[in-house]
């Protein structure tokens, strides 16, 4: 085997080990899954325990733990939320209310912000800042990006600088070549030959 086709069997065994990796990560997402689905079933067989006790005791269950469950859990059936209230499944949406929600501004700023959630798998795309803290986050992304062009454009005078003092210097000019199914890169002269070869004649 010559050196080119050894390399590609090292790179096809490195492709092997990531693709191994990220398995190993879907099959996690797929556990968490599935324990998500299992809690949540939990959750409506403790809802209908709790449904029996309250028509039991003659209390009626709770609207606005009724409104949290159906806008903040998108993994409870409806059916199960139905189920403690006594009420059709279609019967639910009219005691949930809308999905209007003031929640605190999770920059822990004292404001609030206003979530409107159109259906109950909405959460992902409500508000998390408030109009000031957003603000001010975008202000700071802007402020994180100008210092990171500032830093990148003095590393590049710096590597200009060196380069002039090197040139200034009279350093000896050597040209570097790549040379396929070689490993690292070659000083060449000017025809081309590396050097190493030329010093060997
Ligand atoms: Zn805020």
């Known amino acids: 085997m010559n050196d080119d086709a050894a390399r590609l069997e090292a790179e096809y065994a490195i492709l092997a080990q990531k693709l191994e990796a990220l ?20 959750v409506g067989a403790q809802l209908a325990r709790l449904g029996h006790a ?9 609207h606005d733990l009724a409104r949290r469950l159906y806008w903040n859990y998108p993994d409870l059936h409806v ?8 009420v ?10 809308s999905g209007e929600f003031e929640k605190p501004c999770f920059n822990g ?22 109009p000031e803290c957003q603000r001010e986050r975008e202000l700071q992304r802007e402020r994180d990006l100008r210092a990171m062009r500032a830093r990148e454009e003095a590393e ?12 200034d210097a009279g ?31």
């Open 54 to 62: 309250a028509e039991l005791a003659d209390v009626s269950f709770d």
């Open 156 to 167: 590049h005078r710096e590597s200009v600088e060196a380069l002039r003092a090197a040139v």
């Open 109 to 130: 700023c004292g404001r609030t912000v206003v979530w409107h959630m159109r259906n109950r798998t909405d959460a992902q795309r409500q508000p998390r800042y408030c």
């Open 88 to 97: 059709h499944e279609g019967q639910v949406s009219r005691y949930v209310g």
């Open 23 to 42: 398995d190993r990560e879907v099959a996690a997402r797929n556990d968490a899954k599935r324990r998500t689905i299992d809690a949540a079933r939990e």
């Open 171 to 201: 350093v000896e000019i050597r040209r570097y070549a790549d040379f396929p199914g070689v490993p690292h890169t070659w000083a060449v002269d000017e025809n081309g030959v590396p050097l190493v070869l030329r010093d060997e004649r």
């Open 79 to 86: 059916a199960e939320i139905a189920n403690p209230m006594r």
